[in-house]
């Protein structure tokens, strides 16, 4: 087969291949209910931006902010990332947005502030609802003052943009209407609380108070110059009542009261008075007294706990006294506990308890248990510890592989896992491996076993395999092991194999490959060649074959053009013999002479090299007879 | 003629070969525009999906691993079988996501036949002119906070950009979350109207409905998830790195495997061709046809490598001496000579 026939037919297969491919995946289409979506390219959208879609948000916006939803305008202006504007209006879109957050700001203050300064003047506790009251002020002035900056300056400069404001005007009026509606709820309390009434007045010529224990309390109470007597003054001690003196003569009145146990370094003493109508006795709220509080020399004595594994749970009791030994009762004691944190109160008898667990984490080792008494003061604070021990068991992990395992197949893995001697199952097992992680379970028997993918584009002849276990049981320390695994890719011998088979094939066939048949092969099949000549049987030529062949050809190919015969490529010598005694007697016998020697010296076993000679004379007549 | 046979044979076989390893690697490294393939570099393309998560195409629902897995179906042009929806069903039951991204009427049959409170409304798009990436067809969608506590797929995650979605309707007596919602100055039009500009203000004859409308939604389903998206191209190249999209993407495909289902697909694409191989691969390693079509394959290229390597036949007869020319023959020829000497005479 000629070079470029072959070249064409092989080309034509591959692309045979192909037009199947092609044409049995038109066929499959044609049964397809409906086409892929119309969608088109996001990059032939050109990128627009729409102000009145910008002036929609900021209504929204302001119309939650009026709405008093304070939650949703975070949650609106935390998306405002994904609002398409323009670059050209962002930075003043950022100026308005800021400006709403701190209105968000302000006025759920305000509201909260007001709101609760209410709440303190139901419970006559003025102090306070004049401070809240005035925070809240504060507030709602700020509020005011920001929505004034951007109805003022923002606005006309995001219509200055392009941006409109009409779109947000509703939205902006609501805004409005609550920020004026919380200066008015603002003005109302303060005028309430500042409205003149009776004056009463509270001292002590102490300074420090312990925890529990009594203070000497005087209280003073007149309106408008009168002494007003009678009247029952009640005292707060950090807004709790604890106790009451009775207004005597001269409006005076002297007691000595016991405040409840206070844990904290701070007592503020505060005192009112009730409404007396008969009187004309409006609620009326004193001064403040401000006391140390004293709880020195307390102590806490902790039992020690048994020795307990980790995530077993223990209780650890304890008891809070001053240094005399009296129970401190209802005071908050801290446990801390490796990162663990939780606080106990004490019981009238001044007793606390814990029920404690050991973490999952927990190191072997000792772990403390401490107790604080009053982190938060100055005076008096103790603390103490217990301990526990905390052990871990170490697991035993195996890891067999398989001594070799093929590319792109899967290789087997197992294992077996104990801890103390005895099996761990249903522990987690983890196999970490370059063709990615699997994961099982022990089971009962405490074996596991994996078989892992081991990807065909594997070339490497080892790779490690690594084993992470954890076990259910938290007092099992997590174990691992490795190994390394044999690998053979069988496509390393077949696919060299099948190339050099294949490009062997190539050039042989197309005639690239280094001659190792005989040299006069090439034009052989124009006269002629024997059927036994193959590329196969092809070897190195030598003086002499090449000298009887080199005649056999000359004779053919003179009978050839001197006769007209046509020899046909699978006409054998016998035939060519028939053909040139038909055509020339005389000529025929020379010319059979060098067919037969031709044909002794392919087929023969043994071949005389004389007789190569003789054929060459046999030639030489033959163009003699032929020559005319 | 048995030479001229031998090497149209080799030819043939030759090609073959060639032909079959030209399209294998044609089909896994040629870059195509076919949409959702994993060769496809261009926007509608999952070539960014497929390089960045473990990836693999299948042409099969059926006995897939649910732990740790996430089957992707994303705008499926053929509607499912009851066999189908089944396995998707039980892939989820077992602890599986499913991530269903289409407005197809294939979409709806999956999300029927699995009995979900979910339904497709793929014949309208929705428009927003105010939360997009670009302009109104492609809206950013905010994601439902209150649902991040249920699904922890959707942590911190604010926005997710996506191309021309459809919303979705949950029914009512379901147990379907609303996880992404267009914005509420978002507009419903009919597909056909919707790549026109609307108007953000005032009435448009193409506008169905306002917003806010639900486009994506979720549902649990045994110890497993079925997450609907109401946009077909949201995996695709287009919509990488926008907005949130990565986040969400990563949350739900990091440290997974991830199936993506062909077998809904137009046939015959790369990714359907990939799932094929894959499927072949698969059934080809289990046990024990791995190791017959082993010994086969091994038979089969010591059958041929000597056809080609050799060009033919073995011979006989090979010469006992180097110093003379060495003379091959065969006995079928040296009796046809002798036929030929008794015929002529000779």
């Known amino acids: ?628 | 003629m048995v030479a001229r046979r031998s090497v149209v044979l080799r030819s043939v076989i030759g090609s073959a070969i060639l032909g079959v390893l030209l399209f294998i690697a044609l089909v896994n490294l040629a870059p195509d525009a076919t949409p959702y393939s994993p060769n496809n570099y261009g926007w509608n393309g999952v070539r960014n999906l497929t390089s960045h998560y473990r990836v693999q195409f299948i042409n099969s629902l059926g006995g897939l691993k649910s732990q740790k897995a996430v089957l992707l179906i994303i705008q499926p042009v053929y509607s499912f079988s009851q066999n189908d929806a089944q396995d998707v069903y039980k892939f989820a039951l077992d602890g599986g996501t499913v991530v269903l991204a289409g407005d197809s009427a294939a979409s709806n049959s999956l999300l029927q036949a699995m009995s979900t409170g979910i339904a497709i409304r793929g014949q309208y798009g929705i428009l927003d002119a105010t939360y997009n990436w670009k302009g109104q067809t492609l809206p950013v969608t905010l994601v439902n906070q209150s649902a991040v506590t249920e699904f922890s797929f959707l942590a911190g995650l604010k926005g997710i950009a996506m191309d021309q979605p459809s919303p979705l309707i949950i029914a009512a007596d379901s147990h379907a979350y609303p996880v992404a919602l267009s914005s509420s100055l978002s507009f419903e039009t009919a597909r056909s109207s919707s790549l026109a500009v609307v108007a953000v203000i005032g009435s448009s004859p193409s506008v169905v409905a306002r917003g806010p409308f639900v486009v994506a939604a979720a549902e649990s389903i045994g110890s497993g998830t079925v997450i609907v998206l109401g946009d077909s191209q949201f995996f695709t190249n287009s919509l990488w790195n926008i907005a949130d999209n990565n986040a969400l993407m990563a949350n739900l495909f990091s440290k997974v495997q991830v199936y993506v289902d062909t077998s809904h697909w137009q046939a015959n694409t790369i990714a359907s061709l990939k799932a094929g191989f894959a499927t072949l691969y698969s059934q080809a390693s289990a046990f024990p046809l791995r190791y017959l079509l082993t010994l086969a394959f091994v038979g089969v290229a010591v059958i041929i490598l000597p056809v080609f390597a050799f060009g033919g036949p073995a011979t006989s007869g090979v010469g006992e001496e180097n110093k003379r020319p060495r003379t091959t023959y065969t006995a079928a020829i040296l009796e046809r000579v002798r036929k030929d000497r008794r015929k002529y005479g000779t």
């Not at chain 1, 801390?336 to 019981?347: G, H, L, P």
């Not at chain 1, 040299?519 to 090449?546: I, M, Q």
């Open chain 1, 1 to 628: 087969m000629k070079r470029t026939n072959q070249i064409v037919a092989e080309s034509a297969i591959i692309g045979f291949l192909f037009v199947l491919t092609v044409v049995g995946g038109s066929f499959e289409g044609l049964s397809r209910p409906a086409e892929w979506a119309v969608v088109s390219n996001p990059d032939s959208v050109a990128a627009s931006h729409d102000s009145n879609a910008l002036s929609l948000y900021y209504n929204n916006t302001l119309s939650l902010l009026g709405e008093g939803k304070f939650a949703n305008v975070s949650q609106l202006l935390s998306s405002f990332p994904f609002v398409n504007v323009s670059p050209s209006v962002n930075q003043t879109a950022l100026t308005a947005n800021s400006e709403i957050a701190a209105m968000n700001v302000s006025i759920s203050k305000a509201i909260l502030n007001l709101t609760t300064a209410g709440q303190q003047i139901l419970a006559h506790e003025l102090v306070n609802a004049s401070a809240l009251a005035k925070t809240g002020c504060i507030q709602a002035g700020a509020a005011s003052s920001i929505f004034t900056e951007f109805v003022n300056s923002t606005s006309p400069a995001l219509a200055s943009l392009g941006v409109p404001a009409q779109p947000y005007a509703v939205g902006k009026e609501l805004a409005r209407t609550e920020i004026s509606s919380l200066g008015s709820e603002c003005q109302s309390l303060l005028a309430l609380l500042s409205r003149p009434n009776a004056n009463l007045t509270i001292s002590s010529s102490q300074s420090a108070i312990a925890t529990g224990g009594p203070v000497s309390l005087g209280a003073s109470l007149s309106k408008q110059g009168a002494s007003l007597s009678g009247q029952s003054v009640l005292f707060y001690l950090n807004g709790s009542y604890f106790g009451k003196v009775v207004t005597g003569a001269g409006g005076r009145a002297q007691g000595n009261l016991s405040i409840p146990f206070a844990y904290k370094p701070l007592g503020v003493i505060t005192a009112t008075v009730s409404t007396n109508d008969s009187i004309g006795l409006q609620e009326a709220a004193s001064n403040s007294l401000d006391f140390a509080i004293l709880f020195t020399g307390t102590k806490i004595v902790l039992g020690d706990p048994s020795v307990f594994l980790p995530t077993f749970g223990f209780t650890v009791r304890g008891s809070l006294t001053t240094a005399s030994g009296t129970p401190l009762p209802g005071a908050s004691v801290k446990i801390a506990f490796f990162n663990e944190t939780s606080y106990a109160n004490t019981s009238p008898a001044g007793a606390f308890a814990a029920n404690l667990t050991v973490p999952v984490n927990a190191p072997d080792g000792v772990a403390y248990v401490n107790a604080t008494f009053a982190p938060q003061g100055v005076y008096g604070p103790s603390k103490n510890f217990a301990s526990i021990e905390v052990a871990h068991l170490p697991l035993k992990v195996t890891l067999d592989v398989p001594k070799l395992s093929l590319a792109g197949f899967t290789t087997n893995v197992s294992g077996k896992l104990t801890a103390n001697g005895t099996a761990v199952p249903g522990a987690t097992v983890r196999v970490a491996s370059p063709w990615g992680e699997f994961q099982t379970q022990s089971d009962s028997a405490g074996r596991y076993f994996l078989a892992l993918p081991v990807s065909i584009s594997e070339f490497a002849p080892t790779q490690n395999l690594r084993v992470s276990v954890t076990p259910p049981q938290a007092y099992i320390v997590p174990g691992q092991a490795t190994a390394g695994v044999s690998l053979l890719n069988p496509l390393i011998i077949i696919l060299p194999a099948l190339g050099a088979g294949v490009t062997a094939y190539e050039l042989e066939s197309l005639g690239l490959m280094p001659k190792l048949g005989r040299s006069a092969k090439k034009s052989d099949f124009e006269t002629g060649r024997p059927p036994l000549a193959s590329p196969g049987n092809s070897l190195a030529p030598t003086a002499n074959s090449s000298g009887i062949t080199l005649v056999y050809f000359q004779a053919v190919a003179l009978a050839s053009r001197r006769l007209g015969i046509n020899f046909g490529e699978s006409a054998t010598m016998r035939e060519m013999i028939g053909e040139v005694r038909k055509r020339d007697g005389p000529g025929a016998a020379p010319f059979s002479r060098i067919m037969l020697t031709t044909e002794d010296f392919l087929y023969s076993k043994e071949f005389d090299q004389a007789r190569v000679k003789l054929a060459e004379e046999n030639l030489t007549k033959l163009k003699e007879f032929w020559s005319g």
